[in-house]
Nanobody, 125 residues
Framework: QVQLVESGGGLVQPGGSLRLSCAAS????????MGWYRQAPGRERELVAT???????NYADSAKGRFTISRDNVKNTVYLQMNSLEPEDTAVYYC???????????????????WGQGTLVTVSS
């Protein structure tokens, strides 16, 4: 059983900052990548940022220059530092992970898409 637990969402004024955290727990051998997605009302879920275990990052155009994704491999935790928040950033933010739960010899058991419960970020004055 693998769980992703998110925290850090809330209400913030435009121009403000928030830091989201997502900790993976359970039977985990390794994590290939973790990321943040968001879904605004009436919108499809979209990628915000991802990061691999080696530190390679990928950002949506809307997040570049404002958001920073990072991770702590020891704690199996991913963070999303969000600065200069705009009302358009209002959404439910979901953490996800592509991970290996177990390795038996050279065989790996992979969970390619584990999702957190989501945390609401509201940017409003």
């Amino acid at each position: 059983q693998v769980q992703l637990v998110e925290s850090g969402g809330g209400l913030v004024q435009p121009g403000g900052s928030l830091r989201l955290s997502c900790a993976a727990s359970g039977t985990i051998f390794s994590i290939n990548a973790m990321g943040w997605y968001r879904q605004a009302p009436g919108r499809e879920r979209e990628l915000v940022a991802t990061i691999t275990s080696s530190g390679t990052t990928n950002y949506a155009d809307s997040a570049k220059g404002r958001f920073t994704i990072s991770r702590d491999n020891v704690k199996n935790t991913v963070y999303l530092q969000m600065n200069s928040l705009e009302p358009e950033d209002t959404a439910v933010y979901y953490c996800n992970a592509d991970l290996i739960t177990r390795r038996v010899g050279q065989v790996q058991y992979r969970l390619p898409e584990v999702w957190g419960q989501g945390t609401l970020v509201t940017v409003s004055s």
